[in-house]
């Protein structure tokens, strides 16, 4: 099974901060990475996909880039409803894994 | 708009069995793959199994495999996951998940997701 790696776990910010969160794949997995958001109680919510691709009805402060066994997730601008923990996955292969999360909250 | 609705869940005794069910809206069910996915309380997310959109393929995690079986009604528009044999670390929310892509083949990319049903196991 592929590995996923996020960093870091956690994370402080402020409103209007810029943020970015890393993940890694234990192989090369091309650009089939994609970021889900997940707030307290809630089902996780696709964001990006395909690695940089914008999921319909979010918005364009979220980015992806990356490619490979690295990739990145950057809020330009964080939101107040922004804070929320945040999942990688790997498409690549069966079976599909998920990275450990990064909780983002605020400072 | 689309609606994935979970049912099914609750308190369990380990080595008993449970059946989730999964109502689906706003698409066309017969035409997506789907999956189930779990989270046991304060943990991440985990896999656990997928079904071809007409039923004839499926796959699922080491962790489940001869115990759960997936399985669904296109007639009925409901994705099913029949669980035996459970066991303490099979508590957890467990949501299904509609496939991303449209018409063929599957993407392994969770785009719609339901609410969840909690399953515990416990004596």
């Known amino acids: 099974d592929i590995q996923m790696t996020q960093s870091p776990s956690s994370l402080s910010a402020s409103v209007g901060d810029r943020v970015t969160i890393t993940c890694r794949a234990s192989q090369t997995i091309g650009s089939y990475l994609n970021w889900y958001q997940q707030k307290p109680g809630k089902a996780p919510k696709l964001l990006i996909y395909?690695?940089?691709s914008l999921q319909s009805g979010v918005p364009s402060r979220f980015s992806g880039s990356g490619s490979g066994t690295d990739f990145t997730l950057t809020i330009s601008s964080l939101q107040p409803e922004d804070f929320a923990t945040y999942y990688c996955q790997q498409s690549y292969s069966t079976p599909q894994t998920f990275g450990q999360g990064t909780k983002l909250e605020i400072k | 708009e689309v609606q994935l609705v979970e049912s099914g869940g609750g308190l369990v005794q380990p080595g008993g069995s449970l059946r989730l069910s999964c109502a689906a809206s706003?698409?066309?069910?017969?035409?997506?793959?789907m999956h189930w996915v779990r989270q046991a309380p304060g943990k991440g997310l985990v896999w656990v199994s997928r079904i071809k959109s007409d039923g004839s393929s499926t796959s699922y995690a080491d962790s489940v495999k001869g115990r759960f079986t997936i399985s669904r009604d296109n007639a009925k528009n409901t994705l099913y996951l029949q669980m035996n044999s459970l066991r303490a670390e099979d508590t957890a929310v467990y949501y299904c998940?509609?496939?991303?892509?449209?018409?063929?083949?599957?993407?392994?990319?969770?785009?719609?997701w339901g609410q969840g049903t909690l399953v515990t196991v416990s004596s």
């Open positions: 395909g690695a940089s």
């Open positions: 998940t509609r496939d991303h892509k449209n018409g063929g083949g599957y993407s392994n990319t969770n785009d719609y």
């Open positions: 706003g698409f066309t069910f017969s035409s997506s793959y």
